[in-house]
């Protein structure tokens, strides 16, 4: 079997947003991601899950220098992006790419189609000037899009369209990163199948790696080789797909799947229920983060941070328990 190569490599990132009070001082910090490590390697779709809030979003953003890191190492093919400057930011746009969660007001209202798309080319200075328009008509093309479309503007076109257009605008400069935010959470479900079977094949035809974000276990499922998944900013598990959903070790992503409907109507599934509510990520519990809704909660845990640890090949978990 061809060992795959590493595409990106993080080590203990961390982003923190600063809450400020009387005369812009620092009062606390909200931790978004705090201490995060995972790598990616060339080819391969890696899904990040977890409930809303828990920092998936902020994450992929950070990897990709959208937003700066507040510690930590991001490190793409050989290049650390942690402390880049505007220049080589914008350098770096033609091989890390994003397809946002909503796909409209990811777009400029004001510009048609195809000049949403040939402006990325121009930034990029991709191809000659007269053969960018082209250039955008045929990955057009690609997306399941019409040749009239690169005349319409955003709110012509249909959310599935749309969202057709956000990766297309993704793909035009020939990026080997792409992460997708949610891309199919905003639209309806017989769209949502149409883009993930679109994401697919883009993939296997161009050679992309996905960084994938969902709340949707059944969406990571059915696209991702691997999965992490975050909680309160951290993350405490991950394994490949079919390891993962066979055998869950962590108690929180047991918690997740538990809430995954089954697909037979007669199979009566037993649902865990967490206590409390989401913690709050300006002043996050100490010890483990999770012991404060996790039913085999000790004093350690309420104590100390667990580590990060491989029980089974490609399988990790943070807890005390396992």
Same mark, same amino acid.
């Given at each position: 079997?061809?060992?795959?190569?590493?595409?990106?490599?993080?080590?203990?990132?961390?982003?923190?947003?600063?809450?400020?009070?009387?005369?812009?001082?620092?009062?606390?910090?909200?931790?978004?991601?705090?201490?995060?490590?995972?790598?990616?390697?060339?080819?391969?779709?890696?899904?990040?899950?977890?409930? %809303?809030?828990?920092?998936?979003? %902020?994450?992929?953003?950070?990897?990709?220098?959208?937003?700066?890191?507040?510690?930590?190492?991001?490190?793409?093919?050989?290049?650390?992006?942690?402390?880049?400057?505007?220049?080589?930011?914008?350098? +770096?746009?033609?091989?890390?790419?994003?397809?946002?969660?909503?796909?409209?007001?990811? /777009?400029?209202?004001?510009?048609?189609?195809?000049?949403?798309?040939?402006?990325?080319?121009?930034?990029?200075?991709?191809?000659?000037?007269?053969?960018?328009?082209?250039?955008?008509?045929?990955?057009?093309?690609?997306?399941?899009?019409?040749?009239?479309? $690169?005349?319409?503007?955003?709110?012509? /076109?249909?959310?599935?369209?749309? *969202?057709?257009?956000?990766?297309?605008?993704?793909?035009?400069?020939?990026?080997? /990163?792409?992460?997708?935010?949610?891309?199919?959470?905003?639209?309806?479900?017989?769209?949502?199948?149409?883009?993930?079977?679109?994401?697919?094949?883009? *993939?296997?035809?161009?050679?992309?790696?996905?960084?994938?974000?969902?709340?949707?276990?059944?969406?990571?499922? $059915?696209?991702?080789?691997?999965?992490?998944?975050?909680?309160?900013?951290? /993350?405490?598990?991950?394994?490949?797909?079919?390891?993962?959903?066979?055998?869950?070790?962590?108690?929180?992503?047991?918690? +997740?799947?538990?809430?995954?409907?089954?697909?037979?109507?007669?199979?009566?599934?037993?649902?865990?229920?967490?206590?409390?509510?989401?913690?709050?990520?300006?002043?996050?519990?100490?010890?483990?983060?999770?012991?404060?809704?996790?039913?085999?909660?000790?004093?350690?845990?309420?104590?100390?941070?667990?580590?990060?640890?491989?029980?089974?090949?490609?399988?990790?978990?943070?807890?005390?328990?396992?």
């Amino acid at each position: 079997m061809e060992e795959k190569k590493l595409l990106l490599r993080a080590d203990n990132v961390k982003k923190y947003f600063p809450i400020t009070g009387l005369f812009g001082k620092v009062e606390n910090y909200v931790k978004a991601v705090d201490g995060v490590s995972l790598e990616l390697c060339k080819g391969e779709t890696y899904g990040l899950v977890g409930e %809303t809030g828990c920092g998936k979003s %902020t994450l992929g953003r950070t990897l990709i220098h959208l937003l700066p890191a507040t510690e930590g190492s991001v490190v793409l093919d050989g290049v650390e992006l942690t402390g880049l400057s505007a220049a080589e930011s914008r350098r +770096l746009r033609s091989r890390v790419q994003m397809v946002f969660q909503d796909p409209y007001t990811s /777009l400029n209202p004001r510009k048609r189609i195809g000049d949403i798309l040939t402006e990325a080319l121009d930034i990029q200075n991709i191809g000659a000037k007269g053969e960018r328009m082209d250039m955008a008509m045929e990955l057009m093309q690609q997306v399941g899009l019409l040749v009239e479309h $690169y005349y319409r503007y955003p709110h012509e /076109l249909s959310g599935g369209q749309r *969202q057709r257009v956000g990766l297309a605008r993704a793909l035009i400069v020939n990026p080997e /990163l792409v992460v997708c935010d949610e891309p199919v959470s905003a639209l309806d479900v017989s769209v949502q199948s149409q883009i993930l079977n679109l994401l697919v094949d883009m *993939q296997k035809k161009r050679q992309l790696t996905y960084l994938f974000i969902s709340h949707d276990m059944s969406v990571i499922r $059915y696209v991702s080789d691997r999965i992490g998944v975050m909680y309160l900013g951290h /993350l405490v598990e991950e394994a490949d797909t079919a390891g993962l959903f066979a055998n869950p070790l962590h108690p929180y992503t047991r918690l +997740l799947l538990s809430a995954v409907p089954s697909h037979d109507p007669h199979v009566k599934k037993q649902r865990t229920v967490p206590e409390g509510d989401l913690p709050s990520p300006i002043d996050p519990p100490s010890g483990c983060v999770f012991h404060t809704r996790c039913p085999k909660a000790c004093d350690r845990c309420k104590q100390e941070l667990p580590e990060m640890r491989e029980l089974e090949p490609g399988h990790k978990v943070a807890c005390h328990w396992i």
